[in-house]
Structure formats: structure tokens, C-alpha cells
């Protein structure tokens, strides 16, 4: 029995359950007697919620005497019951509710070095999903109401509260954090979110996500230390599909394979595959003779031939031939670098 009363929403649907019993079985016999479905609906209502209207018909024989009494003590004990169900839920949940945020506030107080998070769109819920994975501490900044429940409901802290403010920041514990990410759709945002950590904050560590190419340089103005360009990753990801099937295959088996990915980060490097476009110096140069040249900028890992061939780990005396796919290890600043040695060299007019 005290398991019973300590569930609310035990409460409720036994409530619920108890009083739609009474009533079908009331409606029943008073049809028995030879009332109309409709008049017996009536009475069972009227009586059960004690709004004491006159009868539709007398009460005149002892069976009618019975049921409607009957009605009376077992249905107006069924509504007193199920009103103090309601009444519970509602009670409780939003007890449940209050402590829950306020548990919630005292955790994320209690954080130290950890990240936030600034949007629970497409993008955040899989950062914090792998934050969460990773059991990284992080906290979720996220202003739609719905949103911020959902994030709630899947474990995750979070603060229903604008990222571009100070105060949500704070709230969020900027100023005792390692790391923010502002992964929101709309770039003015992210800038004017980036612009306010870090002048709260000089020692952040600021991601920032850009729609377009042309935002990368405001958020590195605004103070973000890296800008991630979400579709030009995934165009980049396409065309490694069709150029270099089995290259894009071994990366995905390596960025599966114990978070091989993130420790690379961890170090500032990352994976990328390159093609080896005709005429470009790399054509006919040797894997030590490339690695030399990009003076540790990168080193090669696979060489996947335009014949389908596939060299894993290729010995320093692999030459790279016209339209191979490399797939290199190195720092993320080797833009230039690559350039030089995959791109096609353009010849100048002879003199």
C-alpha cells in the first residue's frame, strides 16, 4: 500500500481507472431498469461530480434506490480520490522540478576546466554526446525551452539562458572553464558569442562553428581559436568518398578505433587524405623525399594507387605516382605546405 501512495502516477491512473469503472457499471444498470443510454449518462455525471440537479427520472423503486445510492458512495469517493491524485502529480512534479534545477545549478557550480557548449542543435547534440562519451565535464547553454528539456532528459546539464549575454556565460562557468564551443546556425551569433567569452576570459580555448567561409576570418578577429566550416568538412568528406574509396575507408576504421581521432587533436594533428594531381612536384618524388620537403609538417601513412592498389604503412622508397590518393598525419596549419607538392605546378611562358 505504500508503494501505491508514494507513485502520483500510479495515483492517477488508478484513480482514473476506478472512476470510469463505477460509471460504466452505474450507466449498465440503470439501462437495466429501462432508462435510455442517454438519460442513464446524464444521472451517472450528474451525480458522480455532485452537481445536484433534479433526476431525469424518479427514483422511485428499491433497485433505483440501490444503484443511484450506490453511485453516490462508490463515485463521489472515485472523484475524491482522483482529485487528490491530481493534485499530487501536479505537487510533486513541480517540487521535482525545482530540485532538480536547483541540483542541477549546484553541480554545475562545481565545475572545474570543464567545457560549454552553446546550442543543442544537430551539431551540439552530437558534440555532447561525444563530450558525454568522452566523460568530458561540460555544460549545454541553450535558449529554446524545448530544446533545453531535451537536453535535460538525455542527462546533459544545461541552462536554459542566451549564450550572447554575460550572465548565462557565468552562469555557465566561463570563467572557471577550459574550453567553449558555439556550434549555433546563425554566424553573428557565434561572433558576438565568441567576442563575450573571451572578454570574459582571455585564457578560453574558443571553437567556433561558421555557416560560411567568408565568417571564418571574423570569429579568429572575434577570438575563437579554431573555426570549424561544417559543410565544407563535408563536402571535403564527399569527394574522398568517390575519389578515394578505400583512403576514406581506412580513416573511418582509425577514427572508430579507441578515439584515435580525438588523440590526435589532443596533440593538434589531424587526418586528411590528398590527391596527387598530374605535373604536381609529388608525381615521381619518393615518400622520404616528400616528408623532407614538408619538414615535419605531415608524414604519410597510406598510399592509395589510381589502380586500386593499396600500400598501408609504405616504405620510404614508395614513389607516388600521377592521381594517388596520400593519406598523411600532420598539424593542421599545412595548407600552404600541401599546395606546393600535390597541386599541379602552372608553367610560365618561356622568354
Not at 451525480?47 to 434506490?65: D, F, M, S
Not at 568522452?134 to 537536453?151: C, H, M, P, Q
Not at 558555439?182 to 571553437?207: E, H
Amino acid at each position: 500500500m505504500t508503494g501505491l501512495l508514494d507513485s502520483p502516477v500510479r495515483n492517477l491512473s488508478v484513480g482514473v481507472a476506478y472512476t470510469l469503472t463505477v460509471m460504466i457499471v452505474a450507466t449498465v444498470a440503470y439501462m437495466a431498469v429501462g432508462w435510455s443510454f442517454r438519460d442513464a449518462v446524464y444521472m451517472v455525471i450528474v451525480t458522480v461530480y455532485t452537481v445536484g440537479y433534479n433526476e431525469v427520472r424518479p427514483i422511485n423503486t428499491p433497485a433505483l434506490n440501490v444503484i443511484t445510492i450506490g453511485l453516490i458512495v462508490l463515485g463521489c469517493t472515485g472523484i475524491i480520490f482522483l482529485t487528490g491524485a491530481l493534485v499530487q502529480f501536479f505537487t510533486l512534479n513541480q517540487i521535482n522540478k525545482t530540485i532538480g534545477l536547483k541540483r542541477m545549478n549546484r553541480q554545475i557550480d562545481e565545475l572545474k576546466e570543464h567545457v560549454i557548449v552553446c546550442g543543442f542543435g544537430r551539431f551540439g547534440t552530437v558534440l555532447a554526446r561525444s563530450l558525454s562519451a568522452s566523460s568530458a565535464g561540460f555544460v549545454i547553454l541553450e535558449e529554446n525551452e524545448a530544446r533545453a528539456t531535451e537536453a535535460r532528459l538525455q542527462g546533459h546539464l544545461c541552462i536554459q539562458g542566451d549564450a550572447t549575454t554575460e550572465a548565462a556565460l557565468r552562469a555557465a562557468g566561463v570563467m572557471r572553464a577550459n574550453a567553449l564551443a558555439t556550434v549555433l546556425s546563425n554566424d553573428a551569433l557565434n561572433v558576438f558569442i565568441t567576442l563575450t567569452a573571451r572578454a570574459l576570459n582571455p585564457d578560453l580555448s574558443i571553437v567556433a562553428r561558421g555557416e560560411r567561409s567568408s565568417t571564418e576570418s571574423k570569429l579568429l578577429q572575434a577570438g575563437a581559436d579554431k573555426v570549424v566550416l561544417p559543410t565544407h568538412i563535408g563536402a571535403e568528406r564527399i569527394a574522398e568518398l568517390i575519389l578515394h574509396e578505400e583512403s576514406a575507408r581506412f580513416i573511418e576504421g582509425l577514427e572508430r578505433s579507441h578515439g584515435f581521432q580525438r588523440v590526435l587533436h589532443n596533440f593538434g594533428m589531424d587526418l586528411q587524405v590528398v590527391n596527387a594531381a598530374p605535373q604536381s612536384p609529388a608525381v615521381r618524388m619518393t615518400v622520404s623525399a616528400i616528408e623532407r620537403q614538408a619538414k615535419g609538417a605531415f608524414f604519410i601513412i597510406q598510399i592509395n594507387r589510381r589502380d586500386g592498389d593499396v600500400f598501408t604503412s609504405p616504405p620510404p622508397t614508395t614513389v607516388v605516382g600521377e592521381g594517388d590518393g596520400v593519406v598523411l598525419i600532420g598539424r593542421p596549419n599545412r595548407a600552404e605546405i600541401l599546395t606546393s607538392l600535390f597541386e599541379a605546378r602552372v608553367r610560365g611562358a618561356r622568354g
